[in-house]
């Protein structure tokens, strides 16, 4: 008697499409063993990671050479005070203090600074904990990371992202290879920690691409044991004296397209006087190929065949010129230091003139210029130069008094452009280098001083 019931719910379901997709879904699940694909894991929370380091991360401040208020990051690297911050941060800086995460702030004192590496040493009258480490070696491409910095002056700031790149090159005078990530950074994050999911520090914070002074997704971070091996060098001697060759070179590969009969190589393009490559007898169009008795392909070869030498040391390379190879040995020298960014600074022409007469106006702005690149035009009214009102005919001997004289951090200008004033500090156009004006364009960027 209950057949029928059976059978019109059956009826029923048969040409249902849903159950019928289900029901072979499930029968090829049971026929061919297909499991269904597994859950993706939940993102990585960074809170409890950021908890772990943040009591020894600090803020770098500073005045001095214009340049004053929060400047950058850092973290406590070993007990007893230790800080590691970035060169660039405390570059030209007369004061330095630390603001410590309670808030508090101190003088700090710099034991050691390494330009080529990016890496300064300060010490701390406290003893916040050190930070734990973990090998950037062990990096791969993906690995979620964070930066925790103090970027546009937010203090304390945390951004997640994951490594692009675990050992990029960037710089063909260094020899270290940097972490790539695309957590935000912004100035402000240098020196500060790159850490991982479980809150060790993997790298530190030194740089965006491309000199973009905003976050453009490509963060470099200098491998945590390269910092290491600086810093204890700096806390060990005080300093650390690179080696010099004088020379200016450039990768064969760079001129291949115009030269294409040169081989693969270092090209010399310079050779400084009285330098020790003169001395070795190394000349301009000399073309490197092997340092030590290793293989030379480009500068940063080089870079790194100089990075265990001190000066004092030898260094063998083998140069070819007309077919003919040889070898020569040069005793290496100490690296100049870089003027202090506390010196004063050369004169420098800003661009700008002014209408003759009494007034204020600009007549032209020169390209090329820094008020050229600043945007200034035409037509903007001049206010006042380095704090000092124009008044009367005094806007043009203001300005040229400010170009004789610049102030370490650049020249003030008020300008006003219809109903808007704006503060404009404008300092001298960068070069290629101090001591090569010459060549300065697109195309000399490969060349590089060693």
Same mark, same amino acid.
């Given at each position: 008697?209950?057949?029928?019931?059976?059978?019109?719910?059956?009826?029923?379901?048969?040409?249902?499409?849903?159950?019928?997709?289900? *029901?072979?879904?499930?029968? #090829?699940?049971?026929?061919?063993?297909?499991?269904?694909? %597994?859950? #993706?894991?939940?993102?990585?929370?960074?809170?409890?990671?950021?908890?772990?380091?943040?009591?020894?991360?600090?803020?770098?401040?500073?005045? *001095?050479?214009?340049?004053?208020?929060?400047?950058?990051?850092?973290?406590?690297?070993?007990? /007893?005070?230790?800080?590691? $911050?970035?060169?660039?941060?405390?570059?030209?800086?007369?004061?330095?203090?630390?603001?410590?995460?309670?808030?508090?702030?101190?003088?700090?004192?710099?034991?050691?600074?390494?330009?080529?590496?990016?890496?300064?040493?300060?010490?701390?009258?406290?003893?916040?904990?050190?930070?734990?480490? #973990?090998?950037?070696?062990?990096?791969?491409?993906?690995? =979620?990371?964070?930066?925790?910095?103090?970027?546009?002056?937010?203090? *304390? $700031?945390?951004?997640?992202?994951?490594?692009? !790149?675990?050992?990029?090159?960037?710089?063909? $005078? !260094?020899?270290?290879?940097?972490?790539?990530?695309?957590?935000?950074?912004?100035?402000?994050?240098?020196?500060?920690?790159?850490?991982?999911?479980?809150?060790?520090?993997?790298?530190?914070?030194?740089?965006?691409?491309?000199? =973009?002074?905003?976050?453009?997704?490509?963060?470099?971070?200098?491998?945590?044991?390269?910092?290491?091996?600086?810093?204890?060098?700096?806390?060990?001697? /005080?300093?650390?004296?690179?080696?010099?060759?004088?020379?200016?070179?450039?990768? @064969?590969?760079?001129?291949?397209?115009?030269?294409?009969?040169?081989?693969?190589?270092?090209?010399?393009? #310079?050779?400084? &006087? @009285?330098?020790?490559?003169?001395? @070795?007898?190394?000349?301009?169009?000399?073309?490197?190929?092997?340092?030590?008795?290793?293989?030379?392909?480009?500068?940063?070869?080089?870079?790194?065949?100089?990075?265990?030498?001190?000066? *004092?040391?030898?260094?063998?390379?083998?140069?070819?010129?007309?077919?003919?190879?040889?070898?020569?040995?040069?005793?290496?020298?100490?690296?100049?230091?870089?003027?202090?960014?506390?010196?004063? %600074?050369? =004169?420098?022409?800003?661009?700008?003139?002014?209408?003759?007469?009494?007034?204020?106006?600009?007549?032209?702005?020169? &390209?090329?210029?820094?008020?050229?690149?600043?945007?200034?035009?035409?037509?903007?009214?001049?206010?006042?130069?380095?704090?000092?009102?124009?008044? /009367?005919?005094?806007?043009?001997?203001?300005?040229?008094?400010?170009?004789? @004289?610049?102030?370490?951090?650049?020249?003030?200008?008020?300008?006003?452009?219809?109903?808007?004033?704006?503060?404009?500090?404008?300092?001298?156009?960068?070069?290629?280098?101090?001591?090569?004006?010459?060549?300065?364009?697109?195309?000399?960027?490969?060349?590089?001083?060693?």
């Amino acid at each position: 008697m209950t057949f029928p019931t059976v059978f019109r719910i059956s009826s029923a379901r048969r040409f249902d499409p849903t159950v019928l997709l289900l *029901g072979t879904l499930a029968l #090829a699940a049971v026929l061919f063993g297909v499991r269904p694909a %597994p859950a #993706a894991p939940p993102p990585i929370d960074f809170a409890a990671a950021a908890e772990r380091v943040d009591p020894s991360c600090v803020g770098i401040l500073g005045r *001095g050479a214009g340049r004053s208020g929060d400047r950058g990051a850092g973290f406590v690297l070993r007990p /007893g005070g230790i800080v590691v $911050t970035a060169a660039h941060v405390v570059a030209g800086l007369g004061e330095i203090a630390v603001r410590l995460a309670d808030g508090g702030e101190v003088a700090a004192r710099v034991v050691g600074v390494d330009e080529l590496s990016d890496v300064a040493v300060l010490r701390v009258p406290a003893d916040p904990p050190p930070v734990g480490l #973990a090998p950037a070696g062990s990096l791969r491409r993906g690995v =979620a990371v964070a930066a925790i910095g103090d970027p546009l002056g937010f203090a *304390g $700031t945390l951004t997640v992202g994951h490594v692009s !790149s675990p050992a990029r090159p960037f710089d063909e $005078t !260094s020899p270290y290879d940097l972490v790539q990530h695309d957590a935000a950074l912004n100035p402000g994050s240098s020196g500060g920690p790159l850490i991982d999911a479980e809150g060790r520090v993997v790298a530190m914070n030194v740089a965006i691409a491309d000199g =973009a002074r905003r976050h453009v997704g490509i963060g470099l971070a200098l491998p945590i044991e390269v910092v290491e091996h600086i810093a204890d060098r700096l806390l060990a001697d /005080g300093d650390l004296a690179r080696p010099r060759l004088g020379l200016r070179l450039r990768a @064969a590969a760079t001129l291949r397209a115009a030269i294409p009969s040169l081989a693969a190589g270092i090209v010399v393009e #310079a050779v400084e &006087p @009285a330098s020790p490559a003169a001395a @070795a007898g190394l000349e301009p169009g000399d073309l490197l190929v092997a340092a030590n008795d290793r293989p030379l392909d480009r500068p940063r070869d080089l870079a790194r065949a100089l990075e265990t030498l001190r000066p *004092g040391d030898e260094l063998r390379l083998t140069a070819r010129a007309a077919e003919r190879e040889r070898t020569v040995t040069i005793r290496l020298a100490a690296a100049p230091r870089r003027q202090p960014a506390t010196a004063a %600074p050369e =004169a420098v022409s800003l661009g700008l003139d002014l209408e003759p007469g009494a007034s204020r106006r600009i007549a032209a702005v020169a &390209p090329d210029t820094p008020a050229g690149s600043a945007g200034l035009a035409a037509g903007d009214e001049l206010l006042a130069v380095s704090g000092r009102r124009v008044e /009367g005919e005094g806007g043009a001997s203001l300005l040229r008094a400010a170009e004789a @004289a610049p102030a370490p951090g650049g020249v003030a200008l008020l300008m006003r452009r219809g109903d808007v004033t704006r503060l404009v500090v404008l300092g001298p156009r960068g070069r290629l280098d101090a001591d090569a004006p010459f060549g300065s364009n697109a195309e000399a960027l490969s060349s590089h001083l060693f």
